[in-house]
């Protein structure tokens, strides 16, 4: 039995199932419990008071991902899923099903909004029958090539182009008198991405993190970073009570499965210092708390402050932080807890249930993609694909699941240096990243190929270059649509 507490609202929820049958699979947990790890049988039990039917669909939405997480060491049998999505259809009749359900019933359109929810949160790659298992927990991309690592020594331009980038953000951050005409000239310098070596610093000030006045950083940086550690003195211990420890299991259970095939994200002293960002986050943050995904969302942080203080030719991917002396530890876990609470700051509803900020978000996609590009649109409803069944990760985790972790860090150099970048921008370059992708998903001829294909992009080779044809599209969308509010509303 599921038990979720929602405040005033409670949900129940038990499913009652063979598992061996297809259409219910299908419908309750696509592809991914294809693989027969389940048990087989569950029971559905549905009790909801005073749910409206937006919640409803939230709730439904939250039971149908409960276990991404926090099932121990499951795992997908890669060879049958590889081959189960696309024998759904060819199978399905000549299974039975028996599904008993206590409680009103539920339409197919529900069924199918449950079932596609659990890819929400999940990423995975179609992988070759030979092929090793894979976790359940969808990995983030960026690692697999080294990209990351060529990237500390890679620029956007050529070398001699940079050099005079560098004297030019050089020339702005150290001057110790900041107007806000220096800011704007800074934030249209970084635009197009910032170099490697003054990341830190820069992200640090657009952060609003550090002050633009360089004789006060030191003096800033020393008393956040003595904050955030008298914090974590004065709270972390409350992890423990019963009021917190769900809270700090849920963290504890989601560090693990962030990135379990980097050695950099399986050492203990990282994630240590993810669980104590995260729980000290949520506990001065209790209106919202902590939500599945905000881990993520720590991990470009603590990556560009980690680059700081290590050598360029190191691999970042397998560093031993260990090896760094407390002081530069307790700098990366601060910075990156002061970062990402400016971060989430500007897009608190996204995670404030029932996460409006992401619903609302959601339906401003759909309203630009009915207008920019009717046809994809059109074909999307042809097949009853509906866009929270993808675009609630792509809001959720800011893109994190779909592109390598250095594309998204040169992204988020753009998000930066744009007012609300997190909040407003990223739904044009969602609507941008769509649109890149239109002519490929309308080749796919029904309801399974779409998922498939929106759950599995091919952007594993996306580099600075597709960042910076992204964020010019999605900032003629922006220019486009951006306070024409009534073109989303009608």
Request: glycine share 2%; hydrophobic share 40%.
């Amino acid at each position: 039995m599921h038990h979720f507490n929602f405040r005033e609202n409670i949900l129940e929820l038990t499913l009652k199932v063979n598992i061996t049958t297809v259409p219910f699979v299908r419908q309750f947990y696509t592809y991914n419990l294809l693989s027969k790890v389940m048990p087989c049988s569950m029971e559905l039990h549905l009790n909801i008071h005073h749910v409206s039917e937006c919640d409803f669909l939230y709730y439904i939405f939250l039971f149908s991902v409960s276990d991404a997480w926090s099932v121990d060491d499951l795992r997908i049998n890669s060879e049958v899923a590889q081959s189960s999505a696309r024998s759904v259809l060819d199978h399905h009749k000549a299974t039975t099903q028996t599904v008993h359900f206590i409680g009103p019933p539920l339409n197919s359109y529900l069924n199918r909004v449950r079932a596609l929810q659990r890819l929400a949160t999940q990423k995975g790659e179609v992988f070759s029958e030979n092929s090793s298992c894979q976790p359940i927990y969808p990995c983030l991309p960026g690692f697999e090539t080294d990209a990351l690592n060529r990237k500390r020594n890679q620029t956007p331009h050529d070398s001699s182009e940079t050099d005079h980038r560098i004297k030019r953000i050089l020339n702005l951050i150290d001057r110790d008198q900041f107007s806000e005409l220096d800011r704007e000239e800074l934030q249209r310098e970084c635009w197009t991405g910032i170099p490697a070596k003054l990341r830190p610093r820069v992200w640090r000030l657009l952060s609003g993190y550090a002050p633009f006045n360089k004789s006060r950083v030191d003096q800033v940086l020393k008393q956040k970073r003595d904050e955030y550690f008298n914090l974590v003195e004065q709270y972390f211990h409350t992890r423990f009570d019963e009021s917190h420890q769900d809270t700090f299991r849920q963290i504890h259970i989601d560090i693990p499965r962030m990135c379990p095939l980097i050695p950099l994200f399986q050492q203990k002293i990282v994630q240590e210092m993810f669980e104590r960002i995260l729980y000290i986050w949520a506990y001065r943050h209790q209106g919202s708390g902590y939500v599945q995904g905000m881990n993520d969302l720590v991990t470009p942080f603590f990556i560009v402050f980690l680059s700081e203080w290590i050598s360029p030719d190191s691999a970042m991917d397998s560093f031993e932080l260990t090896s760094l002396e407390n002081e530069k530890l307790n700098a990366i876990e601060a910075d990156s807890y002061w970062c990402i609470t400016a971060l989430l700051r500007t897009i608190q509803t996204n995670y404030t249930s029932p996460q409006s900020g992401i619903h609302e978000k959601i339906d401003a996609l759909k309203a630009l993609m009915k207008k920019m590009n009717s046809e994809l649109d059109q074909h999307l409803q042809k097949h009853q694909v509906e866009y929270f069944q993808f675009a609630f990760r792509w809001m959720n985790n800011l893109l994190m699941r779909e592109i390598p972790l250095s594309a998204t860090i040169r992204l988020w150099d753009t998000y930066l240096c744009i007012t609300n970048g997190f909040a407003n921008f990223h739904l044009y370059v969602c609507a941008a990243f769509l649109r890149y992708w239109s002519k490929e998903i309308q080749k796919q001829p029904d309801f399974q190929s779409i998922l498939l294909f929106l759950q599995n992009l091919p952007t594993q080779q996306w580099d600075d270059d597709k960042i910076k044809v992204l964020t010019a599209d999605a900032y003629s969308l922006m220019e486009m649509f951006s306070g024409a509010k009534r073109h989303l509303a009608n």
